[in-house]
């Protein structure tokens, strides 16, 4: 079983449509992520959360915002979305510790296409 | 400005051969980790390997070597004895401190698209 999973894998919508993209993790890190990833710019982060209680803007939050239900559970939410929101959608989580510097372990991705 | 840069957008290398990926990296920050992950074209994120500020030896994990210049401010990823299946996209990615934590967010570079040809 994976132990980042993303929901859903693909989802196509229209303009001005709510949208949450939900993401659970069975590997038991306080640290989750929320990164969107457009061809020719890498990946860029959206939100972060270090615990159930904290929330953090990433670089990209604007349109976005998020809900950290569990430990396990970071949920991303696209209140009315727009077409240039359509992009692979990855959520991460990391450990604070272990041999690689707390890496950060990627879902499968979510494509979204706003229309 | 960019924290990370990856200066080549395309690489080409053949089978067998070995082939460097750049990637330079921008902070002030005494304690940092870099990062390579793969994405083949299925889309998954693959770890590949770590490298702390103050780890004096260049870190290996099998084929890959990272290639650590901590004045030149560099860590290049070398992939030696290239196979097909290494054939994808490699992000470069560094981690700073975050409010007082070493264990902070990560900042990737644009990703290098490597082909490997028979």
């Known amino acids: 079983d994976a132990d980042v999973t993303q929901t859903p894998r693909n989802r196509i919508t229209k303009t001005g449509k709510r949208i949450m993209l939900e993401c659970s993790q069975t590997?038991?890190?306080?640290?989750m992520y929320w990164y969107r990833q457009d061809p020719g710019l890498g990946l860029r982060l959206i939100y972060y959360?270090?615990?159930?209680?904290?929330?953090n803007k990433g670089e990209i939050s604007d349109g976005y915002s998020v809900s950290r239900q569990a430990q396990a559970k970071f949920s991303l939410s696209l209140e009315s979305a727009i077409p240039n929101q359509t992009a692979l959608y990855f959520c991460?989580?990391?450990?604070?510790?272990?041999?690689?510097?707390?890496?950060?372990?990627f879902g499968p991705g979510t494509r979204l296409t706003v229309l | 400005a960019q924290k990370i840069t990856q200066t080549q957008p395309g690489m080409f290398v053949q089978e067998k051969e070995a082939v460097t990926l750049d990637c330079t990296y921008d902070?002030?920050?005494?304690?940092?980790?870099l990062f390579w992950y793969k994405q083949p074209s299925s889309g998954e994120m693959i770890f590949l390997i770590y490298?702390?500020?103050?780890?004096?030896q260049n870190a290996t994990e099998g084929r890959y070597s990272l290639n650590f210049q901590k004045a030149r401010k560099s860590a290049n990823l070398v992939i030696s004895a290239s196979q097909l299946g290494d054939s994808a996209m490699y992000f470069c990615?560094?981690?700073?401190?975050?409010?007082?934590?070493?264990?902070?967010?990560?900042?990737f570079g644009r990703g290098t698209q490597l082909t490997v040809w028979p």
């Open positions: 991460a989580t990391s450990d604070t510790g272990g041999p690689h510097g707390n890496e950060q372990f």
């Open positions: 590997k038991g890190h306080d640290r």
């Open positions: 959360s270090f615990d159930v209680k904290d929330i």
């Open positions: 902070t002030s920050d005494q304690s940092y980790g």
């Open positions: 490298q702390g500020s103050y780890d004096e």
């Open positions: 990615a560094m981690r700073e401190a975050d409010r007082g934590s070493t264990l902070g967010r990560l900042y």
